[in-house]
């Protein structure tokens, strides 16, 4: 089965249609995009090929997504490890952080390290949001 892809702007409009039509609320977006990236985890790399995952996390909503994503891979039997290195300073964000805590999912300031410790990364740092072009190369 071939992966589909929406492209940002997509995604962006579907958030906000979710939000407004649907009246989903923000922390209930985050808990289904959480969950999804935690199927996906468990789909593509089972517990079985390595339980170790680093959990790179932003402070935007991609990053909460990142920490519901860590809760249930906890759930499933893998061994999360969160780099939160620029922390959401909100309750929703203080909340996911604390349900963590609760569980003894160990939070790093050593991205380097945590690597080296890990079989699989998430990357929950930038999500959806615009972002300038990257610079082009000097004309030689």
């Known amino acids: 089965m071939a992966a589909k892809y929406l492209s940002a702007a997509n995604a962006a409009a579907l958030d906000k249609d979710l939000m407004s039509i649907g009246a989903f609320s923000l922390d209930q977006l985050m808990e289904l995009a959480g969950m999804s990236v935690s199927q996906v985890v468990y789909k593509v790399h089972p517990p079985s090929k390595g339980r170790r995952i680093l959990v790179a ?23 999360p490890k969160i780099y939160y290195p620029k922390q959401g300073k909100n309750e929703l964000y203080q909340r996911l952080s604390t349900q963590l805590r609760n569980l003894s999912i160990p939070f790093t300031d050593d991205f380097s390290e945590a690597l080296k410790e890990s079989d699989h990364i998430v990357d929950a740092i930038f999500g959806i949001s615009p972002l300038p072009p990257p610079p082009q190369p000097p004309p030689h």
Do not use: E, F, I, S
């Open 57 to 79: 996390c932003g402070p935007g909503n991609n990053g909460g997504d990142g920490l519901v994503a860590a809760r249930h891979l906890w759930h499933y039997g893998y061994k």
